[in-house]
């Protein structure tokens, strides 16, 4: 029997809103290794290397289904879903793991049908699959190297995992909604910083507001009102650490024109005023 190694890193770079590595891992598990109940913030994703274990996940409903899983497999675990994984007694799993968030991420995972009660992946390309353990493996083994190299290997593996996974259904009203979403996070993308409103995103899509919101709401879990919030103020919170411009400057970069509403909206979403919450993350 192997002896039990973990080895893991967490992402000290700052803010990306795109796509953000959290941490990111590798661990060899002994027979009956068991991680749970446990409640994740973010998308957390396992790759099982060697061996086989068990996923007890809940779905939307709050019901749990056991999934059994070998070498080559791997599942998803979703923010807020309730998940306990344990490794077989007789072949303990190794998995290498990455922690992930960002703005399009859920859209591209609703498109292959990856859901809390869909959550194992199962490669349908070998050569993507072998580029996304790859894009894994660089996190780890160059985990001191800049912000930059760590981010885009982050995009990697999302970029692999999206190209080398089985769709768990293709349906064509999953594509049309997501048509309508990819579009919608499109335009907020290149207009975020002007005097938008869900009105006009929705009108950019082709949708009534009432229609486009539950669209939108289901795909991506919050409402657009909500995500075009978040997305100026992870935006703002890049130019807060990484750049001098002053906080009024800021808040025009990401579309509140009046300092203000600006300062109130960021202290909504991080509990700390812009001036504040730059004090505390500048870089040094």
């Known amino acids: 029997m192997r002896p039990h190694e973990i080895e893991f890193s967490t992402f000290e770079g700052g803010v990306f809103t795109d796509l953000m590595p959290y941490q990111y891992g590798r661990e060899v598990c002994t027979p009956g290794h068991a991680f749970g109940p446990a409640r994740r913030s973010h998308y957390l994703f396992h790759f099982i290397l060697e061996g086989k274990g068990s996923l007890t996940a809940t779905d939307e409903m709050g ?12 599942f998803l675990i979703f923010p807020g879903q309730i998940t306990t994984y ?26 292959l049908g990856f859901s809390p009660a869909s959550p194992v992946y199962q490669a349908q390309d070998e050569e993507r699959c072998e580029q996304m353990v790859d894009a894994m493996r660089s996190l780890l083994e160059h985990r001191s190297a800049s912000q930059f190299y760590l981010v885009a290997c982050a995009c990697l593996f999302f970029d692999a995992f999206l190209g080398s ?3 768990h259904r293709s349906g064509a009203s999953s594509r049309l909604h997501s048509f309508y979403v990819d579009n919608a996070l499109a335009y907020i993308e ?5 005097d938008i409103t869900v009105e006009d995103i929705a009108r950019n899509a082709g949708l009534n507001r009432s229609y486009f919101g ?4 289901d795909a991506m879990g919050v409402s657009p009102q909500q995500f075009l919030i978040g997305f100026r103020i992870e935006k703002a919170c890049e130019l807060l650490k990484l750049s001098n411009l002053s906080v009024g400057e800021v808040g025009r970069a990401v579309g ?15 509990g700390l005023s812009p001036r504040a919450w730059r004090q505390q993350h500048a870089q040094r």
């Open 86 to 111: 344990v490794a077989d007694l007789d072949e303990p799993w190794e998995y290498i793991w990455i922690e992930f968030d960002g703005a399009h991420v859920k859209s591209n995972l609703d498109r």
């Open 190 to 194: 290149q207009n975020y910083q002007g």
């Open 214 to 217: 539950k669209v939108f709401r």
């Open 63 to 74: 019901s749990a289904t056991v999934h059994e899983l070998h070498a080559g497999e791997g």
């Open 165 to 167: 996974a089985r769709p």
């Open 256 to 270: 509140y024109p009046n300092q203000l509403h600006f300062s109130r909206a960021f202290k909504n979403a991080r």
